[in-house]
């Protein structure tokens, strides 16, 4: 039943059109200005909850012992993130939607998280689903920046994945 929502959410459901779509900012934003790779090219983390004082840049590829980190947007609301390391590759499958020029990327297919993924659960290693909040980025200049909380220490990071590939 779950795989039958899913196609006819995929079918009918997806809100990321063709048709421009006039925002604030004057800029017409379509499913096409989003769609392409992007490699993740900075990482900075603040000591503060709301990213003010001075940032620490932090090399996450090192952190994650990845090569490289990428993220896939396809035309059809599809986004892959794979994390290639010596010895794997890591990938995983997500739904990405917009408004404007702001990307919201969900977990699984109904929007909440799957059990432990991406800091989907707290010490205990019980599940936070209930206050998941999917990350929103902010699309610019061909690059997607996220400004969010870590839930472990309460610091604000700002990640930004850069376009390569159209």
Known sequence: MKKLLLLTLLIFGCDNSTEPQS????????????????????????????????????NILEVWEANSITLFLESTGIATTTHIRSNDTLSNTLLWTYNCNEVTITIDDMGATSACLTDG???????MENDYVPPLYIFSDDTLTIQSVNRDDGNCYIEVFTKILY
Do not use: L, P
Not at 121 to 127: F, G, I, P, Q, R
């Open 121 to 127: 659960c707290d010490e205990d290693n019980e599940d």
């Open 23 to 58: 925002c604030a900012d004057g800029v017409e934003y379509n499913t096409d200005s989003f769609v392409g790779t992007y490699t993740h090219s900075s990482y900075t983390e603040y000591q503060t909850s709301d990213c003010t004082g001075q940032g620490e840049e932090i």
